[in-house]
């Protein structure tokens, strides 16, 4: 089993984590957005980038 590792973040990115943290709805409803321009920019069809994705995360 590793030990956590600390990183350190800029303010920006720790507040966007502590709202994702939180629940909070614009910033969720932000980042699915972003998730969807992001599979239209690449072309994909919506079940192909979710496998592309499920691979990337399995590997990365």
């Given at each position: 089993?590793?030990?956590?590792?600390?990183?350190?973040?800029?303010?920006?990115?720790?507040?966007v984590?502590?709202?994702?943290?939180?629940?909070?709805?614009?910033?969720?409803?932000?980042?699915?957005?972003?998730?969807?321009?992001?599979?239209?920019?690449?072309?994909?069809?919506?079940?192909s980038?979710?496998?592309?994705?499920?691979?990337?995360?399995?590997?990365?």
């Amino acid at each position: 089993m590793s030990s956590p590792v600390s990183a350190e973040v800029d303010d920006t990115t720790r507040n966007v984590l502590s709202s994702l943290s939180a629940g909070d709805i614009d910033v969720l409803a932000e980042g699915l957005e972003y998730r969807e321009q992001w599979r239209q920019m690449s072309g994909l069809d919506e079940r192909s980038y979710a496998l592309v994705n499920s691979g990337i995360l399995r590997d990365g």
